[in-house]
């Protein structure tokens, strides 16, 4: 699910550089709302204070359409009284009297919703760490980074795809900082940055003749690094039937490359429908890892409390208990991770205090664990919590959300080119494109940006109108080689959508290329 | 207090405007208060109210624009705020697309202010609620429901003499009420302007029967069939088709609306002659903003009429450069229906299937507004003019625009998601497989 992003205020882009509140000042808020939240009878407490800043910088042709700087502070506090969460938000909160009062509000609302509530909330334990901090290890701040640069590279980059015979063009930079400050009743006081970045472009060609458009977008991914993303080194390349780009990304490059492309699917052949194998690049199955196994193995799901939104989930309690559920084929190992670097989910802690951690999914492929916060740990036997639990802003309540979810590398060495040559009757593609799944994630249909068609063991040339539709189970069961960690990198998005109130969280999704065999391939060519 | 009067709005923006150094100056002054109860496994998961207001000044020096936000409104923060939007726009680079403000605008009354939503409170919520999960307990049947509503003012105005106000209330409320055993799924959606007109007791209602009936279904086939799709099915399609309806994007020749050679399909018929969609600020039913966000007037606008396209929206440039109307895009429409019900359109089917909700709706092809997505939570096979028995869901392949060339009847219309949607009985609609999920 992909929605609207949480924006603040409008600022100055000056306004980045002023520091943040001091760490002392958050302490002593970070205290009041904790003190407030105990003497009015709240079991647990914690407090998020939280500056989160946004910048977007959107170009079209030689047009600079809009830059936008946004800021949000306040805070946040949650409690448990009486056994249920009780919440409650200020903004700009800058005395004690503002943040003691909002946990107070919490503690009044806990103990208004105790009375609905069926069972007590059960907390996992969880120990203090004191005041500790973490921060992404980023190279170069983009906040820092003057915006007539970040405009200069859009507008060199939609030039770049106007020459390469591009009609249109629309670029964007998104740039996101989170300075999140964590306290909680057990003793942590804990504060972290966290820095995004995400450079997409979308380029159209046209045949006015016919009257068709074809359009390609950028095979950038959404880094949880600095600018210095966009400062591409040989060694971040993957060369072939397109370049590929892991740590670092070339969008001139990659822009030159799109508009000839968006071109040559203009008279691309037009896919003949039937049971192909596949072959996925990274930059496309991030978003069918995302989608059918991210999302079918998050607990709440599983457990019904989505079931009005994004739905339940096929991958029951009861199969994960028979410990022999086979989400996957033996190639399989699906790997939830919150410390991965210059991912979109890499952080210290969560923003419950739990600190972060990496554990199995599906293990040879079959169904070993679920994603679980602190007050879900009970549900399935565990003793702590995975630390997966996130709030997209200081006014919205933390929920379990989706760690990195990603597929481990094949253990053999394998490259792209080597699997390609196995393949009789395939599909390569690259870049993710229209995407849809049921509610309970059983049934999916994925576009993609590229396809080429794969003929006894060679490229054979491009092909349009092509989506695929299987079944999750199935497809990762017919999952038969996955390319070597040479070839790994990551995708992801800003965007994942969940909850009502829908809040928005940045997830990666990593993996190396890799083969299904007999997937069903439609053709999505209509009149009109 | 989070919805001022127009009289108090007016006194903050005339304020801010005064403080103004810029050629241009706008300011939009918005205030809510907004609350919701969401509850899953027959209790109350999360409750919560917000109120906001705030403040946005957008400073215009030629043609760099900059915009800045403040939710504090002393002299001091007002004035701030001015200069910085003005600092902002200072540093911009120019906008060779920027259109200079609108003067004074003529505003139609729109009824969109419910006193009995803006009354709604955390009791009423807890009650809307209770109403909802106590007959699914009382069956041993499952609720998950949500309930948003939201009573607020926005006011616009600059220094070229626009101002605008209006007041607005909504209340939104969904629900799933699933089987003990997860065989079976129903939903209904109701939203209104005026909560009054809400019961969460009958919507719930719908969705319990729709579970009971829906549990165990029987596997048809994936192909082409007769279905009828409920309102709250047909709206999504036909909402992303509206939001489709942009000149400039037809004009450059990246729409379903370009056409081969160039040029736009505006005055062509391409739907059955029987499609008419038009939007009313005005309308009692879907009352909405008398404004755009920029300040246009909303008027009453025919966007199809017996099948041709008769309007585009346009942005203010656009229309300014193809010397045109700048009509905004409306925020809701009218498909206008007959007088048919949803069990008379049931009634006059031979064979057909009836669907619910439709799920996870995505574009696969810009170019033929082609959508993918899943029936959920109510597939039903019609055989006879009978609701003969639940079926697993499919997933479509199918494009708004074939869909409303392959009309067989129009149902009378009723609100669904801000608009007024017809049950809509359409053949040959494309299920290309099915799904296993309840």
């Known amino acids: 699910m992909m929605p609207a992003f949480a924006m603040g205020r409008n600022v100055s882009p000056e306004a980045f550089f002023e520091k943040s509140v001091d760490v002392a000042v958050k302490k002593r808020l970070a205290d009041a709302a904790l003190n407030a939240a105990k003497s009015k009878g709240a079991s647990y407490a914690d407090v998020r204070i939280g500056r989160y800043l946004n910048q977007f910088v959107t170009t079209r042709e030689d047009k600079v359409q809009n830059i936008v700087n946004t800021e949000s502070y306040g805070v946040g506090v949650r409690v448990i009284a009486n056994g249920c969460w009780g919440f409650a938000a200020v903004v700009d909160a800058s005395n004690e009297a503002q943040v003691a009062k909002a946990a107070e509000d919490a503690v009044a609302i806990a103990k208004a919703n105790a009375k609905l509530m069926k069972e007590p909330v059960q907390l996992a334990p969880q120990k203090g760490f004191g005041e500790v901090s973490w921060k992404a290890p980023i190279k170069k701040n983009a906040f820092e980074v003057p915006i007539k640069e970040k405009v200069d590279l859009l507008l060199s980059v939609n030039d770049a795809a106007l020459k390469n015979g591009a009609n249109y063009v629309n670029s964007v930079l998104f740039l996101v900082n989170e300075q999140k400050y964590f306290a909680s009743t057990d003793g942590s006081y804990i504060d972290q940055d966290v820095h995004r970045i995400w450079p997409i472009f979308n380029v159209t060609a046209i045949d006015p003749k016919s009257g068709k458009f074809e359009t390609r977008n950028a095979l950038s991914a959404p880094m949880g690094m600095g600018y210095d993303y966009l400062q591409s080194n040989p060694s971040d390349k993957l060369t072939g039937v397109t370049t590929r780009y892991n740590k670092g990304y070339d969008m001139l490059e990659d822009a030159t490359a799109a508009a000839r492309q968006a071109k040559e699917k203009l008279t691309a052949k037009s896919v003949e429908a039937g049971k192909y194998d596949l072959i996925l690049d990274p930059s496309h199955l991030w978003l069918t890892i995302h989608e059918s196994v991210g999302h079918p193995l998050e607990l709440d799901r599983v457990l019904g409390y989505e079931a009005n939104f994004a739905g339940t989930s096929f991958a029951t309690l009861d199969k994960w208990k028979s410990k022999n559920f086979q989400y996957g084929s033996k190639q399989v190992n699906l790997i939830a991770d919150k410390l991965q670097e210059g991912s979109l989910g890499a952080v210290g802690w969560d923003d419950e205090g739990v600190n972060t951690k990496k554990w199995d999914l599906v293990k040879d492929g079959v169904l070993v664990n679920y994603q679980a916060i602190r007050d879900q740990a009970h549900i399935i036997g565990e003793k702590e919590s995975h630390g997966c639990c996130y709030a997209d802003s200081w006014s919205s309540v933390q929920f379990q959300r989706m760690p990195n979810v990603s597929l481990a590398a094949g253990k053999t060495p394998l490259s792209v080119d080597e699997m390609i040559k196995d393949v009789k009757k395939g599909i390569y593609i690259i870049g993710d494109g229209s995407f849809s799944i049921d509610q309970q994630r059983y049934n999916f249909q994925f576009g993609g940006q590229l396809f080429y068609e794969i003929k006894d063991g060679k490229i054979a040339g491009m092909l349009k109108d092509v989506a695929y539709q299987s079944n999750t189970q199935e497809f990762w069961n017919s999952c038969t080689q996955v390319c070597d960690e040479k070839d790994y990198r990551l995708g992801g998005s800003f965007f994942d959508g969940k909850g009502q109130p829908s809040q928005s969280s940045a997830v990666s999704h990593g993996s190396s290329t890799t083969r299904f065999n007999g997937v069903n391939v439609i053709n999505t060519a209509r009149k009109i | ?438």
């Open chain 2, 1 to 438: 207090m989070a919805i001022l009067s127009k009289e108090e709005a007016k006194k903050i923006i005339d304020k801010v405007l005064a403080f103004s150094k810029a050629d241009e100056i706008s300011v939009g002054l918005d205030g809510n208060r907004t609350g919701n109860i969401r509850y899953a496994r027959n209790s109350v998961s999360t409750s919560g109210e917000t109120t906001d207001l705030s403040l946005s000044v957008t400073s215009v020096f030629g043609k760099k624009s900059g915009t800045s936000t403040i939710n504090e409104f002393d002299d001091a923060s007002l004035e701030k705020t001015v200069r910085r939007a003005e600092e902002i726009a200072k540093l911009a680079p120019d906008n060779p697309e920027y259109v200079p403000m609108l003067g004074p605008q003529q505003y139609v009354d729109t009824n969109s202010f419910a006193e009995a939503t803006a009354a709604i409170n955390p009791d009423y919520r807890a009650k809307a609620a209770f109403d909802s999960i106590d007959p699914c307990v009382k069956k041993n049947l499952t609720a998950a429901g949500y309930m948003e509503d939201t009573a607020g003012f926005s006011a616009m105005g600059n220094n070229k003499g626009l101002f605008g106000y209006n007041k607005a209330t909504s209340v939104d409320f969904s629900i799933t009420v699933r089987t003990a055993d997860g065989k079976g799924s129903g939903y209904a959606a109701r939203d209104y302007n005026d909560s009054s007109k809400l019961s969460t007791a009958s919507a719930t209602e719908v969705a319990m029967q729709k579970a009971l009936s829906s549990a165990s279904a029987k596997a048809l086939e994936p192909g082409k069939y007769t279905v009828i799709l409920e309102p709250t099915a047909g709206v999504d399609l036909l909402q992303n088709m509206m939001r489709s309806m942009d000149a400039r994007n037809a004009d450059e020749g990246r729409s379903f609306l370009g056409k081969k050679g160039g040029g736009t399909r505006l005055g062509e018929k391409l739907f059955d002659e029987r499609v008419n969609i038009y939007s009313d600020p005005q309308n009692l039913e879907i009352p909405g903003s008398p404004f755009s966000g920029d300040g246009r007037p909303q008027e009453k606008v025919m966007w199809v009429e017996n099948g041709v396209v008769k309007n585009m929206s346009y942005s203010r440039f656009w229309a300014q450069k193809q010397g045109v109307k700048a009509i905004p895009s409306p925020s809701g429409f009218i498909f206008q229906g007959g007088t048919e019900s949803l069990a008379d359109l049931i009634k006059g089917t031979e064979k057909g299937i009836l669907v619910t909700r439709l799920w996870y709706i995505r574009a696969v092809d810009p170019q033929t507004l082609l959508y993918t997505g899943l029936t959920r939570d109510g597939t039903f096979y019609i055989e006879n003019g009978q609701i003969k028995y639940p079926v697993k869901n499919f997933r479509f392949n199918e494009s708004p625009v074939i869909m409303l060339n392959n009309l067989e009847a129009i149902g009378k219309p009723v609100r669904a998601s801000g608009n007024l949607v017809p049950p809509l009985k359409i053949r040959d609609f494309t299920f290309t497989s099915l799904s296993d999920a309840v």
